[in-house]
């Protein structure tokens, strides 16, 4: 397993929607190793392949083992994810984002989802997630979209930057958002 660059905002790969998969091989499970790695060394709860520079349908998602969920710790990697439920009921909560280091903002989610995808092997796989969770799994499938969580957060003024000592401070909109 190999702890990959992580891109940034600006790079174009983040702003493409990702293409589908259609050969489950070695590869593909190198592919998903590399990215639990890398998103466990960053301390993240979720990545997306895009986020790698690899322009493919593919998350990684899991929950810190001490966080407060029934499926804390269990790693999810799907492949060629989509959501086909949403709860109506929504919450607005502070995200940030691997590719958008020390930025916060709050984003409007749906409490519930369901994804379907494919495992690692081609196999059809489903997953019915609530809160955190399900947050986790609509920001990265977002990233599939070449959607950052800037875009979902209602207003530029609502972004947030937050210090090196982990205070939280208003910030100017990044470039991109300004446009």
């Known amino acids: 397993m190999t702890v990959r660059k992580i891109y940034t905002l600006g790079e174009p790969v983040l702003r493409r929607p990702a293409k589908k998969v259609s050969q489950f091989n070695k590869a593909l499970q190198e592919l998903v190793d590399d990215m639990a790695e890398t998103m466990r060394s960053a301390d993240g709860v979720g990545l997306a392949a895009p986020q790698i520079g690899v322009s493919q349908r593919v998350i990684v998602v ?21 959501i086909v439920e949403r709860s109506a009921e929504e919450e607005v909560e502070n995200e940030g984002c691997l590719s958008i280091p020390n930025i916060i903002g709050p984003v409007r989610r749906a409490l519930k989802v369901t994804v379907k995808g494919k495992d690692v092997r081609g196999r059809p796989t489903r997953v019915e997630a609530e809160g955190f969770l399900a947050r986790a799994f609509q920001h990265e499938i977002d990233h599939l979209d070449g959607i950052l969580f800037i875009d979902r957060v209602e207003s530029p003024e609502l972004l947030r930057r937050v210090t090196p000592e982990g205070e939280v401070v208003p910030l100017e909109a990044p470039e991109e958002q300004k446009a």
Do not use: R, T, W
């Not at 804390?72 to 994810?81: D, E, I, R, S, T």
């Open 62 to 82: 899991q929950l810190p083992e001490e966080y407060d969920h029934p499926l804390a710790g269990k790693l999810f990697a799907l492949v060629n994810p989509e």
